[in-house]
């Protein structure tokens, strides 16, 4: 049997998070009540002009720049010809023949931990076209169009065809998504729609280098899906070829649900014409270094300085920037005196479980950096443990109160007093003579018993390293 | 009149003061005016009111003009079938006119009228609020009886606008009245243009050509003997641009739908099938030919476009203005776009390369058709000027 490998594209839409659509001034909502965000030009009615977005120009060249793409001095609008009803004016804006970027690179793990850099062919901006609804009316089927999405603006990545597994495309799509994120040009959210994958896919002969006819692959909704639909057509494509079919350029949509690719259309080609309105976009040097300069420290760069300059492993350093919200909060952490150690494990374990629950943001939750700070630092000075701190964690999020006006309203301060515990250890070892023999005869188990006692005693307030010393002394002083 | 007028508005406005004060404007139902009917002479958009004004006829009414109707056009302004351009002025119901010239509408329709059309250059007056169709090669022509007129018009509506990208960012001409010093003025007779003209309308043009001598101007041979090719470009970059433009047009939003459609597709061929009349169609289905099956040959045409604007740029400096015939005549209404075309092919160059054109009548009693001046990009004041000291020297019996 022969074996095959697949050569794999991907075409990633990205909305961009401006404030406006791209070439007029509305409302960049297209989940806002439908035809809210709509005016003359982006419904090009007859006399209107379109206004490129100084924003969308800037958020598209930051993501250029943070995907290491080179930044075109010359780059301009074509129109992609076709006719559908969502398309206002019967071709799209988008950059076809001079975009806006081009090369760049991503780099990744491959499934055998080796490294892979997957290159980027270019990057150009386009408008987002209306969003069909298909209804019945009566026994009649209309379909109604909201143009809120209508010149939303879009940015096209599309790669050089270098994937060669699954896994390759989804490690590209995380590692895209959270330098995307990074640049703050978009949440790039799958589920959401403000990230959307096209996947081409064709196989060869193992060990060839042929490039054979490609099959594109939609509706994947997660990066999940695209791993399972790169890999069901991989397999497709494969026992076609083996049972002498010959594979068709075509376009076939995802089906989450039964987990098959199923075909959808012949793929239509329209002529792109350059658009004669929209100026040519000329991008000065000193405009892309002063893009540059915005460029915040990406995030490979500060999984390696979270390894260097707080001394996390490389896998924590990876997962905690990963996320820019997370990374800056973990830094805010230590800002305020936090021990790397402590803020990664609470930040991990604790904050960002309970911010999940509570369906909060972690920018925007009720429990800032300062105020988790202050409750880590009084656990780093032992004066509450860490049942209590959990414990004030989860009130942090209802009341404005300070962490340490919690911890003293609710008697969580901790007792490290040897004066005030000794009381309570003689009174323990009073009531237990069996089980102060059993640890002078040497059951460590027994001393655990004690310890527990003493803690239940003093309402679980009581330091358990002092508690330990006292109680281990004194039973043995005792004997 | 009313077969001049497409709409007049029951009560004009009144005018602020201004410049234009006093001034009767005409526009054509392609411009927008809030409020007023703009069908641009299509079934596409029957019964379509526009929404806001034109940058065009903000600048004129705040100049103090008034805009006391629009004209009857051709669809979409695509040459002169059904449009009664320059006839408000010979009836006296408007001082000036403006025009939408696509390749050369305003320059002919000022010859037919026997008053001055001028054609501005590409890029100085704001296209928002035009409902337009090639929009690299479109723009207002002014009509008035008056250079002056015209002039104080173009001073008007030209300069920058924040609602028009397209405008090239570059220094507005100063259109204050400024001398021609004719001993140190240069017009060039291009050698090719004259092309195909019979021999009679060729020494018409000749005698036109005379009296720019006898006014005292330098004339002067030069050659572009790549002439001949800008209609071609024209029909091809042109059509292209139209067919893109009129892909609104598709009654989703707006204009007329036809009712009865199985599905979208269907509804899409009856709507603008019943949208657009016989002789926009065929330039359309030419637009979308070179668009779909020879993508190539509109990349030629795009390329030899550059080539004719470095030609005439190359000419500029052998000369300070250039004289081009003016065919007078041709089928009335032309039924072919080949008809059409035919009577353009000495106006689209301007179009073509995105320069300033100004059409002059001849004096009374001459029997030339009148001559065509153009210049280089943005010398439109100077070639005004220019056309202000033709007039007056035949005012004082020279021409």
């Given at each position: 049997?022969?074996?095959?490998?697949?050569?794999?594209?991907?075409?990633?839409?990205?909305?961009?998070?401006?404030?406006?659509?791209?070439?007029?001034?509305?409302?960049?909502?297209?989940?806002?009540?439908?035809?809210?965000?709509?005016?003359?030009?982006?419904?090009?009615?007859?006399?209107?002009?379109?206004?490129?977005?100084?924003?969308?120009?800037?958020?598209?060249?930051?993501?250029?720049?943070?995907?290491?793409?080179?930044?075109?001095?010359?780059?301009?609008?074509?129109?992609?010809?076709?006719?559908?009803?969502?398309?206002?004016?019967?071709?799209?804006?988008?950059?076809?023949?001079?975009?806006?970027?081009?090369?760049?690179?991503?780099?990744?793990?491959?499934?055998?931990?080796?490294?892979?850099?997957?290159?980027?062919?270019?990057?150009?901006?386009?408008?987002?076209?209306?969003?069909?609804?298909?209804?019945?009316?009566?026994?009649?089927?209309?379909?109604?169009?909201?143009?809120?999405?209508?010149?939303?603006?879009?940015?096209?990545?599309?790669?050089?065809?270098?994937?060669?597994?699954?896994?390759?495309?989804?490690?590209?799509?995380?590692?895209?998504?959270?330098?995307?994120?990074?640049?703050?040009?978009?949440?790039?959210?799958?589920?959401?729609?403000?990230?959307?994958?096209?996947?081409?896919?064709?196989?060869?002969?193992?060990?060839?280098?042929?490039?054979?006819?490609?099959?594109?692959?939609?509706?994947?909704?997660?990066?999940?899906?695209?791993?399972?639909?790169?890999?069901?057509?991989?397999?497709?494509?494969?026992?076609?070829?083996?049972?002498?079919?010959?594979?068709?350029?075509?376009?076939?949509?995802?089906?989450?649900?039964?987990?098959?690719?199923?075909?959808?259309?012949?793929?239509?080609?329209?002529?792109?014409?350059?658009?004669?309105?929209?100026?040519?976009?000329?991008?000065?040097?000193?405009?892309?270094?002063?893009?540059?300069?915005?460029?915040?420290?990406?995030?490979?760069?500060?999984?390696?300085?979270?390894?260097?300059?707080?001394?996390?492993?490389?896998?924590?350093?990876?997962?905690?920037?990963?996320?820019?919200?997370?990374?800056?909060?973990?830094?805010?952490l230590?800002?305020q005196g936090v021990s790397p150690r402590t803020a990664?494990h609470w930040?991990?374990t604790q904050l960002?479980?309970?911010?999940?629950?509570?369906?909060?943001?972690?920018?925007?939750?009720?429990v800032?950096?300062a105020r988790f700070a202050a409750l880590l630092n009084m656990l780093a000075r032992d004066e509450i443990n860490a049942h209590a701190a959990r414990e004030v964690l989860g009130q942090l999020?209802?009341s404005?109160k300070a962490p340490e006006a919690i911890v003293s309203a609710l008697g969580f301060r901790q007792v490290s007093d040897p004066d005030a515990l000794d009381a309570l250890i003689d009174k323990v070892l009073a009531e237990q003579p069996a089980a102060v023999a059993d640890v002078r005869a040497g059951q460590g188990k027994a001393l655990g018993f004690l310890i527990g006692q003493v803690m239940q005693a003093s309402g679980g307030k009581a330091n358990p390293k002092v508690l330990r010393d006292l109680l281990a002394k004194k039973v043995s002083a005792a004997s | 009149?009313?077969?001049?007028?497409?709409?007049?508005?029951?009560?004009?406005?009144?005018?602020?003061?201004?410049?234009?004060?006093?001034?009767?404007?005409?526009?054509?139902?392609?411009?927008?005016?809030?409020?007023?009917?703009?069908?641009?002479?299509?079934?596409?958009?029957?019964?379509?009111?526009?929404?806001?004004?034109?940058?065009?006829?903000?600048?004129?009414?705040?100049?103090?003009?008034?805009?006391?109707?629009?004209?009857?056009?051709?669809?979409?302004?695509?040459?002169?079938?059904?449009?009664?351009?320059?006839?408000?002025?010979?009836?006296?119901?408007?001082?000036?006119?403006?025009?939408?010239?696509?390749?050369?509408?305003?320059?002919?329709?000022?010859?037919?009228?026997?008053?001055?059309?001028?054609?501005?250059?590409?890029?100085?007056?704001?296209?928002?609020?035009?409902?337009?169709?090639?929009?690299?090669?479109?723009?207002?022509?002014?009509?008035?009886?008056?250079?002056?007129?015209?002039?104080?018009?173009?001073?008007?509506?030209?300069?920058?606008?924040?609602?028009?990208?397209?405008?090239?960012?570059?220094?507005?001409?100063?259109?204050?009245?400024?001398?021609?010093?004719?001993?140190?003025?240069?017009?060039?007779?291009?050698?090719?243009?004259?092309?195909?003209?019979?021999?009679?309308?060729?020494?018409?043009?000749?005698?036109?050509?005379?009296?720019?001598?006898?006014?005292?101007?330098?004339?002067?041979?030069?050659?572009?003997?790549?002439?001949?090719?800008?209609?071609?470009?024209?029909?091809?970059?042109?059509?292209?641009?139209?067919?893109?433009?009129?892909?609104?047009?598709?009654?989703?939003?707006?204009?007329?739908?036809?009712?009865?459609?199985?599905?979208?597709?269907?509804?899409?061929?009856?709507?603008?099938?019943?949208?657009?009349?016989?002789?926009?169609?065929?330039?359309?289905?030419?637009?979308?030919?070179?668009?779909?099956?020879?993508?190539?040959?509109?990349?030629?045409?795009?390329?030899?476009?550059?080539?004719?604007?470095?030609?005439?740029?190359?000419?500029?400096?052998?000369?300070?203005?250039?004289?081009?015939?003016?065919?007078?005549?041709?089928?009335?209404?032309?039924?072919?776009?080949?008809?059409?075309?035919?009577?353009?092919?000495?106006?689209?160059?301007?179009?073509?390369?995105?320069?300033?054109?100004?059409?002059?009548?001849?004096?009374?009693?001459?029997?030339?058709?009148?001559?065509?001046?153009?210049?280089?990009?943005?010398?439109?004041?100077?070639?005004?000027?220019?056309?202000?000291?033709?007039?007056?020297?035949?005012?004082?019996?020279?021409?």
């Amino acid at each position: 049997m022969m074996e095959f490998e697949a050569v794999i594209g991907l075409e990633i839409h990205v909305e961009l998070n401006c404030a406006t659509k791209m070439f007029c001034d509305c409302s960049n909502r297209p989940g806002d009540k439908p035809n809210m965000n709509i005016c003359p030009t982006c419904l090009w009615f007859p006399g209107a002009l379109p206004r490129l977005s100084r924003e969308a120009l800037e958020k598209a060249a930051l993501l250029c720049l943070g995907l290491g793409a080179e930044l075109q001095p010359r780059s301009a609008f074509d129109q992609k010809v076709y006719y559908y009803p969502d398309l206002p004016k019967g071709y799209q804006l988008s950059q076809a023949h001079l975009p806006l970027a081009r090369g760049g690179a991503i780099d990744i793990s491959d499934e055998n931990g080796r490294p892979r850099k997957l290159r980027i062919h270019h990057i150009h901006m386009e408008e987002d076209v209306a969003k069909l609804v298909h209804e019945m009316e009566g026994r009649l089927p209309i379909s109604l169009v909201d143009f809120n999405r209508a010149g939303a603006p879009l940015v096209e990545i599309v790669t050089e065809p270098d994937f060669r597994t699954p896994s390759e495309a989804m490690e590209f799509l995380k590692a895209l998504r959270t330098q995307v994120r990074y640049v703050g040009s978009s949440e790039c959210s799958m589920e959401n729609g403000t990230m959307r994958v096209d996947a081409n896919i064709s196989v060869r002969p193992k060990g060839t280098g042929q490039m054979n006819t490609k099959v594109e692959v939609k509706n994947m909704n997660s990066i999940r899906h695209v791993g399972d639909a790169v890999a069901y057509e991989i397999n497709r494509q494969s026992a076609d070829v083996q049972a002498g079919k010959v594979v068709t350029l075509h376009t076939r949509l995802w089906d989450p649900d039964k987990k098959v690719t199923l075909a959808m259309r012949g793929k239509f080609e329209g002529p792109c014409i350059p658009d004669p309105v929209v100026p040519v976009i000329e991008l000065a040097p000193e405009w892309i270094e002063r893009m540059r300069t915005r460029l915040p420290e990406m995030p490979a760069a500060r999984a390696e300085r979270f390894v260097s300059q707080h001394g996390l492993s490389g896998e924590e350093a990876v997962f905690l920037s990963a996320d820019p919200e997370v990374a800056g909060y973990f830094e805010a952490l230590i800002g305020q005196g936090v021990s790397p150690r402590t803020a990664m494990h609470w930040l991990v374990t604790q904050l960002i479980p309970a911010v999940k629950d509570r369906g909060q943001e972690l920018s925007g939750s009720a429990v800032p950096p300062a105020r988790f700070a202050a409750l880590l630092n009084m656990l780093a000075r032992d004066e509450i443990n860490a049942h209590a701190a959990r414990e004030v964690l989860g009130q942090l999020f209802d009341s404005d109160k300070a962490p340490e006006a919690i911890v003293s309203a609710l008697g969580f301060r901790q007792v490290s007093d040897p004066d005030a515990l000794d009381a309570l250890i003689d009174k323990v070892l009073a009531e237990q003579p069996a089980a102060v023999a059993d640890v002078r005869a040497g059951q460590g188990k027994a001393l655990g018993f004690l310890i527990g006692q003493v803690m239940q005693a003093s309402g679980g307030k009581a330091n358990p390293k002092v508690l330990r010393d006292l109680l281990a002394k004194k039973v043995s002083a005792a004997s | 009149m009313d077969s001049i007028f497409f709409y007049r508005p029951p009560e004009a406005a009144v005018p602020a003061d201004g410049p234009l004060k006093g001034m009767n404007i005409a526009i054509q139902p392609n411009v927008s005016a809030a409020g007023w009917p703009t069908d641009a002479g299509s079934n596409a958009l029957a019964r379509f009111v526009a929404l806001e004004d034109a940058t065009v006829v903000e600048r004129l009414r705040q100049a103090g003009a008034s805009i006391c109707g629009s004209t009857r056009m051709s669809e979409f302004g695509f040459g002169l079938d059904g449009s009664r351009a320059g006839e408000a002025i010979k009836r006296n119901a408007a001082h000036a006119e403006l025009v939408l010239d696509l390749m050369g509408e305003s320059r002919l329709a000022a010859s037919a009228g026997d008053v001055c059309g001028f054609k501005p250059s590409y890029g100085l007056v704001s296209r928002f609020g035009l409902i337009g169709l090639i929009p690299s090669m479109e723009c207002y022509g002014i009509l008035s009886d008056s250079l002056k007129n015209i002039r104080e018009i173009l001073k008007a509506i030209a300069g920058p606008d924040e609602r028009d990208f397209s405008l090239p960012d570059e220094t507005t001409p100063d259109f204050s009245p400024q001398n021609i010093d004719t001993g140190k003025t240069t017009v060039g007779i291009i050698k090719e243009a004259p092309g195909s003209l019979p021999a009679r309308q060729e020494s018409l043009y000749r005698a036109a050509i005379e009296t720019l001598g006898d006014a005292g101007l330098t004339v002067k041979e030069l050659s572009l003997p790549d002439f001949p090719l800008f209609l071609p470009v024209h029909k091809i970059v042109g059509a292209v641009e139209a067919s893109s433009c009129t892909g609104r047009y598709d009654s989703v939003r707006y204009g007329v739908r036809v009712p009865g459609a199985k599905n979208w597709n269907e509804m899409y061929l009856s709507s603008r099938g019943a949208a657009f009349g016989p002789l926009l169609k065929s330039y359309l289905f030419q637009g979308t030919f070179f668009q779909f099956e020879r993508y190539d040959a509109y990349e030629d045409a795009c390329r030899i476009r550059a080539r004719l604007v470095a030609g005439m740029r190359r000419l500029a400096a052998q000369a300070d203005f250039w004289a081009i015939p003016v065919e007078r005549g041709g089928p009335d209404a032309p039924a072919s776009l080949a008809d059409t075309y035919a009577q353009f092919a000495l106006t689209a160059y301007a179009n073509v390369a995105g320069l300033p054109a100004l059409y002059l009548p001849p004096a009374q009693g001459r029997p030339h058709p009148g001559v065509q001046l153009s210049g280089p990009r943005l010398s439109d004041a100077r070639l005004l000027a220019l056309g202000e000291h033709l007039l007056n020297a035949r005012r004082g019996g020279n021409a």
